[in-house]
Structures are given as C-alpha cells and as structure tokens.
C-alpha cells in the first residue's frame, strides 16, 4: 500500500502563492506519474496537474496555466505544487494522487490513479 501526505496548504489573500507536498511511503512501484486534484465545496473533484516520473512531462489544467507548477523530487518521494497569482476560485481541499500505470492518456483524470492523499485545504481571501 501507498500513503501519500499533502502538507503546505493554508489561508492566503488574492495574488499572493502557496507550495503544496506531497510525501509518498510504503510500498513503492515503478515509475508512477504523480498528480494533484482539488475539490471545492459543492463540486466534483477537478485535475489540476500531472508530471511524469521523469518530470519532463506534465500537464494542467487551463485555469491554472501559467500560475500553478508541478515538480517532483524522486530521491525524496515527493512531488510538489508551486502556486501563484492566487485567485478565489482555486479555494479547494487540494489532494495528491500517485498511479501504478505508466504514463499516458488517464493522467489528467482520476480513473488514472489508485492512491489518494487525504487532502490540504487553500483557502484565498478576495
């Protein structure tokens, strides 16, 4: 089994940047893609980003294009969530998600991945 621990979330004011993590333990497989969703109250839990286990490739979402980066530390079992230019709308529970297929075209949707995080809540004040 897979553990994952999102840390880093919290209350920031609009524009303003937040790092999320994720550390993954337990049993490890090879070369998994790692993710973030998030999910906000009332809604269906949305992608955000996905990285390959080699971090050249990734993906996002359009809302977060240019503002959010995903990056991974394979030595350290991490992979992290840098956001910027904060708006309101990205207040969610953030969570992170690891697969134990290879890369390909289920990386941006949940059915891709097999473990979840329990989740950090962002919060951005206008």
């Known amino acids: 089994q897979v553990q994952l621990a999102e840390s880093g979330g919290g209350l920031v004011q609009a524009g303003g940047s937040l790092r999320l993590s994720c550390a993954a333990s337990?049993?490890?497989?090879?070369?998994?893609?790692m993710g973030w969703f998030r999910q906000a109250p009332g809604k269906e839990r949305e992608f955000v980003a996905s990285?390959?286990?080699?971090?050249?490739?990734?993906q996002y979402v359009d809302s977060v294009k240019g503002r959010f980066t995903i990056s991974r530390d394979n030595a350290k079992n991490t992979v992290s969530l840098q956001m910027n230019s904060l708006k309101p709308e990205d207040t969610a529970v953030y969570l992170c998600?690891?697969?134990?297929?290879?890369w390909g075209s289920g990386t941006a949707t949940m059915s891709g991945y097999d473990y979840w995080g329990q989740g950090t809540q962002v919060t951005v004040s206008s």
């Open positions: 337990g049993r490890t497989f090879s070369r998994p893609p």
């Open positions: 998600a690891a697969s134990s297929r290879p």
């Open positions: 990285i390959s286990w080699s971090g050249v490739t990734t």
